[in-house]
């Protein structure tokens, strides 16, 4: 957790999101996570994974939820302020998350991914399909500083990385390649989880 | 879960709450127990073990923290008007609820219980000691329709259910048989989990 914050300290001011994506922990545990960061990172770049309850003591920006999680209609119904945003993984999950207005979706895996091993990628049609739908698109699964034009181009709003970032050998170095990587992209939005 | 429904449909007239205790259920599996369960029981009486964020978007009555939990001060600074209970093992955890602001502490478990083997049970004695703090003790743990009037001579207000009753050969005779034994204290609110 030292070593993380330490990265996180790093490359924030390059972010505009953090994602904290802990699955395990308990709601205590993450309460203290949040509280922990939020001395080194403004919480307005703060998304917790699940817990809306966490997001909403904590003041965290917002809320990644899952399939298995509230659904972003009840959640925006009851905490219309908080940013939520729906992990999804076809066209129409994207169709459900813009009705039950949420605020963005996280589409995946683009590419074949560490995190994903053995699964097949969605593949760059599905997100090009996905980013006509009239909400923002945040790319996530395999995404290289070499390949995010190529998700650019399908329409991405954004792109997401794990991996890619905290298991570089220099994440600040990496975070650099990445943003230059957007640079052709005006108003994208970065997000690391 | 549907014959977990039948004998809550049946027994809820004659409780005050009932706590929904799904450790391993997701949120949005919790969040359709809840709503399975308001076909036939008042939200009012709706307690749910852990996550706020499925009290708050399903508007149960309260929430039950754990150790693991988020805190009852944050919790109760975000949504006041949530019922917020503490489950305590000792006089000092009481003490730090009643100062965090919580509604009720569930205390116990006061005598040996099929759902703690092995564990020491605490015992009326310090339940006595907790039910001089200022805040509602329900008591937890082995509680017979036998040994009732101990728990309520210790000073609790209440006492909280699991095993003793949904195990028993035909639960709504049980439930009686509790009522009939809580008869003595006046007020006393009766809890099953």
Same mark, same amino acid.
């Given at each position: ?6 990265? +996180?300290? @790093?490359?924030?001011? *390059? #972010?505009?999101?953090? $994602?904290?994506?802990?699955? &395990? ?6 309460f203290?996570a949040v509280?922990?960061l939020s ?14 309850d966490v ?9 990644q ?6 659904g972003?209609?009840?959640?925006k ?9 729906c ?10 998350? +813009?009705? @039950?207005?949420?605020? *963005? #979706?996280l589409?995946? $895996?683009?590419?074949?991914? &560490?995190?994903k ?12 399909r996905i980013?006509q ?6 790319a996530i699964?395999?995404?290289t500083?070499g ?5 650019l ?34 108003g ?6």
């Amino acid at each position: 957790m030292e070593q993380l914050r330490e990265i +996180l300290t @790093d490359i924030h001011p *390059y #972010v505009n999101a953090i $994602h904290i994506r802990e699955k &395990q922990k308990s709601a205590r545990e993450l309460f203290q996570a949040v509280e922990m960061l939020s001395k080194d990172l403004p919480l307005s770049k703060i998304i917790i994974n699940d817990r809306v309850d966490v997001a909403l003591v904590t003041k965290a920006a917002g809320v990644q939820l899952a399939f298995h999680s509230l659904g972003a209609k009840v959640v925006k119904k009851a905490l219309p302020h908080l940013r939520v945003g729906c992990s999804i993984h076809s066209y129409h999950e994207g169709e459900k998350s +813009l009705q @039950d207005g949420a605020d *963005y #979706v996280l589409f995946g $895996h683009v590419f074949s991914s &560490q995190s994903k091993p053995g699964k097949t990628p969605k593949g760059l049609e599905e997100l090009s399909r996905i980013t006509q739908l009239d909400i923002p698109v945040i790319a996530i699964g395999g995404i290289t500083p070499g390949n995010t034009p190529q998700v650019l181009h399908a329409g991405a709003n954004g792109i997401a990385v794990m991996s890619g970032v905290l298991d570089s050998h220099d994440p600040l170095i990496t975070v650099h390649a990445y943003v230059n990587a957007l640079k052709d992209g005006v108003g994208k939005s970065e997000k690391f989880i």
